[in-house]
């Protein structure tokens, strides 16, 4: 759903299985064997660990592509005070 980059941390909002979005912080644990191992501008990676090879890399629609209609995104921007993060 969206991504927070700090840094060498950071969180994201992930949505999985229908079930509704929920916070991660970087290192957290997602599901069994798969964490959150980084985040930047406009995406998430999922490892099996801090330092393994990535499994999934999630990438924020491009602003213009998150205004249009679209099929279900995996993530998309985070608002604040109505601005897109």
Known sequence: MGVIAQ????AALI???DKPAKP???GSRI?????LQSVGPRHAVLATSADGPALQR???PSPAAA????????IAPLRFN???Q
């Not at 599901?31 to 964490?35: A, M, R």
């Not at 205004?67 to 995996?74: C, G, V, Y």
């Open 58 to 60: 999630l990438e924020l």
């Open 7 to 10: 840094g060498r941390g950071g």
């Open 31 to 35: 599901d069994e064997g798969v964490l």
């Open 82 to 84: 109505g601005k897109d």
């Open 15 to 17: 949505a999985a299985d």
């Open 24 to 26: 991660y912080r970087v």
């Open 67 to 74: 205004a249009a209609p679209a099929s279900r995104p995996i």
